[in-house]
């Protein structure tokens, strides 16, 4: 009905303007042209609502309904800032890097012959150096790990961290930006080097006096009885010139223990700058405590509020972990618990009443939909058993399959017994 009503309404506002368009200078094809391009028809239907690039999208109604103040909603910088060059210096150091590659013969050879070979090293630490760290805060906030440890603080790391799991003698598995270690690959501590000498404002090392630093490993995922709160892992403090071995060790190493079924948990590395050597003491767990993970509750946030005057986030380093079987050991015979297992429970499909007459519908699919499954399994497991052979195997299938009359059978099994032929339909979900 609105379609032909739509119809009517074009014929008509086509008509009008056919008769009134001479008056106003068009002709009657142009105005009815421009009828048929503003009369809301498409397809036979009536436009509802306003058109596309009029209307509203849905972040935006979102938006206009949860109005937050940008001054509540800001985020603060809690990190040490960075004195740049100016633009000028910039550039003369660039020119002169220029220059100097340029005028190397020896580059000029190597480039010529195809032996030049590029020391990825070098670019690693210029990376570093330059646009590295600012990456590494942007990959951070990618993961949430800003949001779910300091709430609406952030900082950019200063102080690169090189972070190393030592898997043997000769294998090292390093902690990208990132990546995925095994709890079998972090089972013991790892080695951590940091340049403890460097200023983290000016970006240069500095030999005047000693530096203070501390060292954590939190786990903002491993809480079980409280969602807000963290699993502290690793804790050291007062640590002298990067000289980690030489820290006051508050809380000894804990490997990571991601349940079965949780997916991947984060362990976060966050490097204090120290205004002084700090007494901690408060912070130290008990050698009973090392493995009872209710003391090892943790709370980034509140550490840093109750330290902010005298501690300065200054590095940043993270992986992700999931579960593998040494966790297994892990929990029975360090945490002395008994190993957590998730598995997600799936809601039934939805399976409407049964009716008398299903119409349009196969009426043995629409049965077995009522049966128990387990049946249909056994029914199918037995049908298969009972053609094959227990020396010979299956019995082979038939070349040609639909050449094959099936007589004297109801349509319904016909298809079925077709479709087993052939390998399709249900025989596929076994």
Not at 105 to 126: G, H, M, T, Y
Not at 163 to 186: C, F, M, Q, T, W
Request: net charge positive.
């Amino acid at each position: 009905m609105e379609g032909s009503i739509s119809k009517v309404n074009i014929k008509n506002n086509i008509n009008l303007l056919m008769k009134t368009g001479a008056n106003g200078g068009l002709r009657g094809p142009q105005t009815a042209a421009l009828a048929l391009l503003n009369v809301g028809v498409r397809h036979g239907h009536t436009m509802r609502g306003k058109p596309p690039g009029v209307a509203r999208s849905l972040e935006q109604r979102l938006r206009d309904e949860n109005v937050t103040d940008p001054e509540v909603v800001a985020r603060i910088n809690i990190g040490f800032p960075q004195l740049k060059p100016s633009r000028s210096a910039q550039l003369k150091e660039r020119l002169e890097h220029l220059k100097a590659q340029r005028s190397s013969k020896e580059l000029e050879q190597l480039a010529r012959s195809n032996k030049l070979v590029i020391d990825l090293e070098k670019v690693q630490q210029a990376y570093v150096k330059t646009t590295g760290q600012h990456d590494l805060r942007l990959l951070a906030d990618h993961y949430g790990i800003f949001e779910h440890l300091f709430g609406s603080a952030f900082f950019v790391p200063r102080v690169p961290l090189t972070i190393r799991y030592e898997l043997d003698a000769n294998n090292l598995s390093p902690v990208y930006n990132g990546n995925v270690i095994k709890p079998s690959e972090a089972l013991k501590a790892p080695l951590v080097d940091f340049d403890g000498q460097l200023d983290p404002i000016t970006g240069k090392t500095s030999t005047q006096g000693d530096s203070y630093w501390t060292l954590l490993l939190t786990n903002p995922d491993a809480h079980y009885t409280n969602g807000e709160a963290e699993c502290l892992h690793w804790f050291i403090s007062n640590i002298p010139n990067g000289k980690l071995n030489e820290g006051e060790v508050l809380a000894d190493y804990l490997p990571p223990f991601p349940p079965k079924g949780v997916g991947y948990q984060r362990l976060v590395f966050v490097l204090y700058k120290q205004t002084a050597r700090l007494d901690l003491s408060a912070h130290k767990l008990d050698a009973k405590d090392h493995v009872n993970l209710e003391k090892r509750s943790f709370s980034t946030l509140q550490f840093y509020r109750q330290h902010q005057d005298e501690l300065t986030p200054a590095g940043l380093a993270f992986y992700q972990s999931n579960w593998d079987e040494s966790v297994t050991s892990l929990y029975h015979n360090v945490l002395q618990l008994k190993e957590p297992v998730f598995e997600y429970d799936f809601p039934k499909a939805y399976l409407a009443d049964q009716k008398f007459f299903p119409l349009k519908q196969a009426f043995n699919l629409y049965m077995d939909k009522h049966r128990d499954p387990k049946q249909l399994n056994k029914e199918y497991l037995q049908r298969k058993l009972a053609q094959t052979h227990p020396f010979d195997g299956p019995e082979p299938a038939l070349r040609f399959p639909n050449a094959h009359p099936i007589r004297d059978v109801p349509s319904w099994l016909r298809t079925e017994i077709r479709k087993r032929r052939l390998g399709i339909g249900r025989v596929q979900d076994y």
